[in-house]
């Protein structure tokens, strides 16, 4: 299966750095200082991502147990049915 979240991640830790060292200010040694900002947005980011999958995996789950749960009705319908039928059988034998 594949995702994704690696490349949304990757992506989104070049544009942060990208980002942070185009707009951060240099310091008196000429290299750009470091900002949080791309540290900020890739949690935020990896946040949404992980909502997302947790919605899915949720949707799948309610799915699944909506299938049990007429398989269970389903099954216990049957079982009732062959009960009354047995028990129907054996007073036609006792009355018989």
């Known amino acids: 299966m594949s995702t994704?979240?690696?490349?949304?991640?990757?992506?989104?830790?070049?544009?942060?750095?990208?980002?942070?060292a185009a707009t951060a200010p240099v310091a008196i040694t000429g290299a750009p200082a470091r900002t949080t900002g791309g540290l900020a947005l890739f949690a935020l980011l990896m946040a949404f991502a992980?909502?997302?999958?947790?919605?899915?995996?949720?949707?799948?789950?309610?799915?699944?147990?909506s299938q049990l749960l007429q398989v269970a009705v389903a099954v216990g319908g049957a079982l009732i049915m062959v009960i009354i039928l047995g028990a129907l059988f054996i007073a036609l034998l006792l009355h018989g």
Do not use: Y
């Open 50 to 65: 992980f909502l997302a999958v947790v919605v899915r995996i949720n949707r799948q789950l309610v799915g699944l147990l």
């Open 4 to 20: 994704i979240v690696p490349r949304l991640a990757a992506a989104t830790l070049s544009a942060g750095l990208h980002g942070a």
